[in-house]
């Protein structure tokens, strides 16, 4: 097992742990920010893009892949199976598979799932399929630990494209609960012991929606902060809600599917269809709106990136490749640069660069400059549709489209 070292940085007063570590164990990294604290790795290259290592067929389904101790957790689907393989980083060779049958069929003839990245925690992988089963297994062998199917258990909706909201595992002392936007009536959010699947308690009357969940430390205490389909849903380690915020689309035919972003403890969400961004700040028992509006930036699929003084993110709808890649100002909303049509595209902070792998399967590199937009490289490292979020970890990066996995050398 690699060593991990834990720092702490004070954000407005409050001490905030900091995981550094070349994993990449659940959902946009290993502190859920879209931040990578790993060093030497390559500044530029071809139209080839950086060297493959390997690459894998894989089954259907937008999850991306989650990383630790040298072993990556796939979860995807064949035929009627929702299946979690683990392979190994370097080779992408199978170490084990667990599977259970799914009777998800999507609407809309879109893909059949899954939708959401596993998480690896305290031994464990936890996934949560787009029918709403919920399972845990051994990370060592894959061995079943317990399973759930959440939406039939709280007569939760499908939703439009199944179930997609990442689990989190959120640690108060020495307790850890595992807390899911399950969406049902009274059963908005849900808390689960993580040993064994037993229901801890449930609040909130919210449907769900597609964005994961993200800790906060408010007043030195964890909480979490949830984007459901109706808007933000705050609430502590005991399920008590000490905020709730509207946001969402008057369209019906819409999701929220961008994860809330944090600095100390002002969250800001963003989506599209006509609704945008509002950054809020806890004043005692209420939350002020620091800024609002629908034309800084407006996410519709991906969940932006805070660097610094400044938020990177797609601002716009994904069809035909229109949305733009912005860097807008985290204290204003002002927008500082715009680059049309960049299309939807996964980031990763990292050496005082971003890492944006697009829908089309280009890798780009560019700076984390708020004076504009200056890119340093540019190259296909896959074919098809890429959806899946990426994962990186230890100078590889993980990229997955309908059909394959590729893994990519991206060190010195």
Request: contains cysteine; charged residues 20%.
């Amino acid at each position: 097992m690699r060593a991990r070292t834990a720092v702490a940085i004070v954000v407005l007063g409050t001490l905030v742990p900091v995981v550094q570590s070349a994993d990449w164990p659940q959902v946009l990294g290993p502190n859920r920010d879209s931040h990578s604290t790993e060093t030497e790795l390559l500044a530029t290259w071809g139209k080839a893009g950086p060297p493959l290592v390997w690459s894998k067929d894989v089954g259907t389904g937008f999850a991306g892949v989650a990383v630790a101790e040298g072993k990556i957790v796939l979860f995807h689907r064949t035929g009627n199976d929702e299946k979690l393989t683990a392979l190994d980083a370097a080779t992408g060779k199978e170490l084990w598979v667990f599977e259970a049958k799914t009777r998800y069929i999507d609407d809309f003839n879109f893909d059949n799932g899954p939708r959401c990245v596993p998480l690896i925690a305290g031994g464990k992988v936890f996934a949560l399929g787009a029918d709403g089963d919920l399972h845990a297994v051994d990370f060592a062998n894959g061995k079943k630990l317990w399973s759930k199917n959440v939406r039939a258990e709280y007569k939760a909706p499908k939703g439009y494209f199944g179930v997609g909201s990442v689990p989190i595992l959120l640690k108060d002392g020495t307790t850890s609960k595992l807390l899911v936007n399950v969406g049902g009536k009274g059963a908005g959010v849900v808390a689960f012991d993580p040993d064994t699947g037993k229901e801890l308690w449930k609040a909130t009357d919210d449907p769900p929606g597609y964005a994961a969940p993200v800790q906060v430390t408010l007043n030195g205490k964890p909480t979490v902060a949830f984007f459901t389909r109706s808007g933000l849903v705050w609430t502590d380690a005991d399920g008590t809600v000490l905020f709730t915020h509207p946001w969402r689309s008057r369209l019906d035919a819409s999701v929220n599917a961008a994860s809330p972003v944090v600095r100390g403890s002002d969250v800001l969400l963003t989506s599209s269809y006509g609704t945008g961004a509002v950054l809020l700040r806890p004043n005692g028992k209420v939350l002020d709106e620091v800024w609002s509006n629908d034309t800084s930036m407006s996410c519709q699929i991906n969940t932006p990136v805070l660097v610094g003084d400044y938020l990177y993110g797609l601002h716009g709808r994904q069809e035909g490749g229109s949305a733009k890649l912005r860097c807008v100002e985290w204290k204003t909303g002002e927008v500082k640069w715009s680059v049309d049509r960049f299309g939807c595209a996964s980031l990763i902070a990292v050496e005082g660069a971003l890492l944006a792998v697009t829908e089309g399967g280009e890798l780009v590199r560019f700076a984390t400059d708020a004076t504009g937009y200056k890119e340093l490289a540019r190259g296909t490292i896959i074919d098809g549709t890429v959806r899946a979020l990426t994962a990186l970890a230890d100078g590889k990066l993980y990229v997955r489209n309908e059909k394959k996995l590729v893994c990519i050398n991206l060190k010195k």
